[in-house]
């Protein structure tokens, strides 16, 4: 009987199902299989993971990663996230294996390369999908999810014009769609998921203004835009959403004001970032005193432009207790510029970032008693006077990173402040003024990164204590204070200046101790710090030769011995291989320039003026094809400028002044860029040394747990350039060119040497030049015609020659250069010189011949007699 036999094929299969399935046997055997193929096609060609798979474990609910229901013994999870062996490759999961698991709810496939999944995700159940972090170019077909509440696609390759299949998921809660290209405007798409509640468009490269496509009628709770480049105005529909938590708006190019109206509006605010933006005019805090939730408020670099104030006592008090507060560059309460008095009732941050305020008062040390929990505390470049008024019985354990660097704070270091901060990473007070000795208690602070004393007044010996037993610490920075005392040498250690406890710490990369009052040799135990990257001894007296220890650093890049007395050359086993950043101006170096330059192949600045180096310029110098600052004034270096250095085509600044060079100038000098043609973005300028340290504080929202997540404070650094720094003399003034401002100068200096004949005509063919010195040298005839063609010329110096003829015509920068660019040539005229020119039955202008030996090592000045003497000139 057809009914009869098919409840008794039914009423079996449930008995089966019981037995095989829903009993204690375990996972179905569909599923188990299922696993099997799944696992398989995870490693295909030949990968390894998920190895417990199919093991002795029979039962399939009880493998990694698998979830099953625990009294059906259906798998209802697979968390699967970087599962695929990146070195596999990418390839497309086929979605078919994924059909035997019915009753799955959460399936995660996040970072696992997948190029797209294909075929039907076909899940009656499913709530959440993440498939980001794969390199989906594709969207998964998603039109059999009709559970589906969270869907992530964060960091895939995604672009609008795919979203369309969204429009499925009618159930849809949370969307991330994080760091995608969709590229436009908000995709309209969304806003028909009305059921919405958390929507990530962060780094998606979205721009113009910001429309809201019907997100404004959705319930959003959690809005993220950072990352993209909206601009305009803020859309007043933001009003309407009256049930957000988060706002993201970090990093965009919104302008304009920011309506009050919007912060009390939106009386459920948790976390609000308008960071990074180009907002103005002023914003009242006051006005979220009543937002009981808030938890995190950023505005930190807008532009000045935004006023953030509040010190109208009636909104003292708010019913918020902060875990973030960022403030940076605000115009913090302009003008009295006092300190948020609110910030007196909190007691639960833990990062306060009110740095570039100019905010005065008393060092607001209160803060840090208040706030036990706080870890990060930056309030540097502001007005801050007073001493450092800690408590020596406070204990601030969760402290990790604070800056008063940039301040007034004056007095001395409590002696105890080593002791209470013994978590302290990153400890910036540079720029301040405090006096007397460096506590010995800063030895007690295990995990010390960087430390930065420099720019105070702090005077006696580092205490030998204070580097014992340390291993952590990358950057010492002790510039500009009073310290004093001798560098220890092997073989006495006690009373140092810095002891021997100092090699504990064999990270080390940056050490800065320039202008102390350090005296005696380098000790040869610098060597034992290998890692050293960046080291400063300059404006010291340290005298004497540079060790051979100094041969086993083999990682330096950065090395500024200047203005000391050392000499007279450097160590033949020097390895320079790494070397960037050169500097030994103003020593005592002596003989010809040290061989063991030779091997420094990726120098970009050598820096040896002002020393009494004598012979020849070396022939190896074309081996230093990196070379953009060659710096060899003043010294006594001698015979002609050899053809060789018109090999070092990226030199912008050459100064060679204020030697016994003779000969005529190269005229294959215009070999050379001096500022043409300069790549801007390559690395040149970046040194990993003398970081900038900073510290990121990640949270995340749980929509699940409807909270947030503080995920820890996360301690970063970036390259930083700013050591970089050249000094070049224009006319009457000597400039210092730091950091990247260094790619837009260039410069040529040979004054002050005995150099004779004509100024080749190629000399003319510099057109990036800015800054031309040929003074005080024994040049003769005209000055080229081809002058004119120097169109970035700033400063030119031909002063004190016997240059004849016309000075050039006073057109465009020309017509700014004065009598002194010229003066001291008797037989020069023309403006701006008061001796004028009398034009007589000039000869055609002859235009010198190309010298056309140039390019095979030796030349011959040009010979080319009538060019000058076509003018007269009266006094
Ligand atoms: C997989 O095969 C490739 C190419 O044959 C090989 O390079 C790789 O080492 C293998 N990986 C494993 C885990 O065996
Ligand atoms: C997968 O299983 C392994 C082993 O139990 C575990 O270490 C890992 O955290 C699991 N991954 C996830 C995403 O659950
Ligand atoms: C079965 O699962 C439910 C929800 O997933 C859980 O609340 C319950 O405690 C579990 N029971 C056992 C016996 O593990
Ligand atoms: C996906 O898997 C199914 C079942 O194993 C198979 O029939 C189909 O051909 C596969 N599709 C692709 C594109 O490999
Ligand atoms: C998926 O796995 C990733 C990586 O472990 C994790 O960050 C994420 O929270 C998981 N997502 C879900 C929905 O389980
Ligand atoms: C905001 O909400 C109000 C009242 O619910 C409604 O009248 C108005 O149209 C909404 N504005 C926008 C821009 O959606
Ligand atoms: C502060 O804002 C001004 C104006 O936009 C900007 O020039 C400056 O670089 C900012 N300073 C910092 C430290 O962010
Ligand atoms: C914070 O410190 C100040 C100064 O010591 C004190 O007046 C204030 O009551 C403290 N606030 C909290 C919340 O502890
Ligand atoms: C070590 O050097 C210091 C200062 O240069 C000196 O005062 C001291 O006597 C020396 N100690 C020994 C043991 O040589
Ligand atoms: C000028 O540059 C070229 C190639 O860039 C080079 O071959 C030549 O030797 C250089 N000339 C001189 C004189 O250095």
């Given at each position: 009987m057809e009914v009869s036999s098919s409840l008794y094929l039914a009423a079996y299969a449930t008995c089966l199902s019981l037995l095989l399935g829903y009993g204690s046997l375990g996972c179905l055997e569909e599923e188990k299989v299922g696993l099997l193929q799944l696992k398989a096609s995870i490693n295909h060609p030949n990968g390894t993971s998920l190895s417990s798979w199919g093991g002795e474990v029979g039962d399939c609910c009880k493998w990694e990663n698998v979830t099953c229901d625990n009294k059906t013994n259906r798998v209802i999870q697979l968390s699967l996230p970087l599962i695929r062996d990146f070195e596999l490759g990418e390839c497309s999961l086929n979605a078919s294996l994924l059909l035997p698991f019915q009753q799955l709810q959460i399936l995660n496939l996040s970072h696992n390369a997948f190029t797209g999944i294909e075929g039907l995700l076909r899940f009656k159940k499913l709530q959440v999908l993440n498939v980001g972090w794969n390199n989906l170019r594709t969207i998964p077909n998603l039109s059999a999810l009709p559970s589906l509440k969270v869907l992530d696609l964060t960091g895939n390759n995604l672009n609008s014009s795919q979203l369309q299949g969204l429009k499925y998921l009618s159930k849809l809660e949370v969307?991330?769609?994080?760091?995608?290209?969709?590229?436009?405007?908000?995709?309209?798409?969304?806003?028909?998921?009305?059921?919405?509640?958390?929507?990530?468009?962060?780094?998606?490269?979205?721009?113009g203004s910001l429309l809201m496509e019907g997100l404004c009628k959705l319930n959003l709770e959690e809005l993220d835009l950072s990352g993209n480049s909206f601009e305009g105005t803020l859309p007043a529909c933001l009003n309407n959403l009256t049930s957000l938590r988060l706002i993201d708006l970090f990093e965009n190019d919104f302008s304009g004001t920011i309506p009050s109206s919007l912060f009390s509006n939106l009386k459920s605010l948790e976390y609000i970032s308008l960071s990074d933006n180009h907002f103005e005019g002023s914003i009242y805090y006051g006005s979220l005193f009543n937002h009981s939730r808030l938890q995190v408020f950023d505005l930190t670099s807008n532009n000045k432009y935004l006023k953030v104030q509040n010190e109208n006592?009636?909104?003292?008090?708010?019913?918020?207790?902060?875990?973030?507060?960022?403030?940076?560059?605000?115009?913090?309460?302009?003008?009295?510029?006092?300190?948020?008095?609110?910030?007196?009732?909190?007691?639960?941050?833990?990062?306060?970032?009110?740095?570039?305020?100019?905010l005065t008062g008393d060092v607001p040390a209160w803060l840090l008693d208040n706030n036990t929990k706080l870890e990060y505390l930056r309030f540097e470049s502001n007005s801050l006077t007073g001493v450092l008024d800690l408590r020596s019985n406070s204990i601030h354990s969760n402290m990790r990173l604070l800056y008063l660097s940039l301040n007034c704070i004056h007095g001395e270091l409590p002696p105890f402040i080593g002791s209470i901060f013994l978590g302290f990473e990153v400890l910036d007070l540079s720029g301040n003024a405090l006096q007397g000795n460096i506590p010995s208690s800063?030895?007690?602070?295990?995990?010390?990164?960087?430390?930065?004393?420099?720019?105070?007044?702090?005077?006696?010996?580092?205490?030998?204590?204070?580097?014992?037993?340390?291993?952590?610490?990358?950057?010492?920075?002790?510039?500009?204070?009073?310290?004093?005392?001798?560098?220890?040498?092997?073989?006495?250690?006690?009373?140092?200046?810095?002891?021997?406890?100092?090699?504990?710490?064999?990270?080390?990369?940056?050490?800065?101790?320039?202008?102390?009052?350090?005296?005696?040799?380098?000790?040869?135990?610098?060597?034992?710090?290998?890692?050293?990257?960046?080291?400063?001894?300059?404006?010291?007296?340290?005298?004497?030769?540079?060790?051979?220890?100094?041969c086993k650093l083999n990682e330096l890049s950065f090395l500024d011995?200047?203005?000391n007395k050392i000499g007279p050359t450097l160590p033949s086993c020097a390895n320079l291989k790494n070397m960037k950043f050169l500097h030994l101006e103003s020593n005592e170096l002596r003989g010809p320039i040290p061989d063991v330059l030779a091997g420094a192949t990726s120098l970009v600045t050598l820096n040896l003026r002002d020393n009494k180096l004598s012979s020849p310029i070396p022939p190896w110098f074309n081996l230093l094809s990196k070379l953009r600052y060659l710096l060899l004034k003043g010294s006594q270096l001698e015979d002609s400028i050899p053809l060789h250095l018109c090999q070092l085509k990226s030199i912008s600044i050459l100064?060679?002044?204020?030697?016994?060079?003779?000969?005529?100038?190269?005229?294959?000098?215009?070999?050379?860029?001096?500022?043409?043609?300069?790549?801007?973005?390559?690395?040149?300028?970046?040194?990993?040394?003398?970081?900038?340290?900073?510290?990121?504080?990640?949270?995340?929202?749980?929509?699940e747990n409807q909270v947030f997540v503080y995920q820890e404070l996360f301690i970063s650094y970036e390259a930083s350039t700013e050591r970089e720094e050249i000094e070049f003399i224009t006319k009457c003034r000597s400039e210092a060119y730091i950091g990247n401002i260094l790619y837009f100068m260039s410069g040529l200096d040979l004054s002050g040497n005995q150099l004779t004949s004509l100024i080749p005509p190629e000399i003319g063919n510099l057109s990036g030049i800015h800054t031309l010195n040929l003074s005080y040298n024994q040049l003769t005839r005209s000055i080229p015609q081809t002058f004119s063609n120097l169109e970035e010329i700033e400063s030119l110096d031909l002063s004190q020659n016997g240059l004849t003829g016309k000075t050039p015509e006073r057109k465009l920068q020309f017509a700014t250069f004065e009598q002194s660019s010229y003066e001291g040539n008797p037989l020069l005229c023309g403006l701006p010189l008061e001796r004028s020119c009398t034009p007589t039955s000039a000869p055609p202008a002859v235009q010198p011949p190309v010298s056309n030996n140039r390019e095979n090592g030796s030349w011959e000045p040009y010979s080319y007699g009538v060019l000058e003497d076509h003018m007269e000139w009266h006094s």
């Open positions: 969307l991330n769609l994080h760091y995608n290209n969709l590229m436009g405007g908000i995709p309209p798409i969304i806003g028909t998921l009305s059921y919405l509640k958390s929507l990530s468009l962060g780094i998606c490269n979205l721009n006592p009636t909104w003292s008090v708010p019913l918020f207790q902060l875990k973030i507060l960022k403030l940076s560059n605000c115009t913090l309460n302009w003008p009295s510029r006092v300190l948020p008095s609110f910030l007196l009732s909190q007691y639960d941050l833990r990062v306060i970032d009110l740095s570039y305020n100019d800063m030895g007690d602070i295990d995990q010390l990164v960087s430390l930065d004393f420099s720019n105070n007044n702090l005077s006696g010996q580092l205490p030998e204590h204070m580097m014992m037993g340390r291993n952590s610490l990358w950057v010492l920075k002790l510039s500009n204070n009073s310290l004093h005392g001798t560098l220890p040498t092997k073989s006495n250690l006690t009373g140092l200046f810095i002891s021997r406890g100092f090699l504990n710490s064999p990270t080390l990369q940056a050490l800065d101790i320039n202008s102390n009052s350090l005296w005696g040799q380098i000790p040869i135990w610098i060597g034992d710090f290998s890692n050293l990257r960046a080291l400063n001894l300059s404006r010291n007296h340290l005298d004497g030769v540079v060790p051979t220890g100094f011995l200047s203005h100064d060679l002044s204020h030697n016994h060079l003779s000969g005529s100038i190269p005229p294959c000098l215009d070999n050379i860029t001096f500022g043409r043609e300069v790549a801007l973005m390559d690395d040149t300028f970046f040194m990993d040394t003398f970081n900038r340290w900073y510290g990121e504080y990640h949270v995340t929202y749980s929509y």
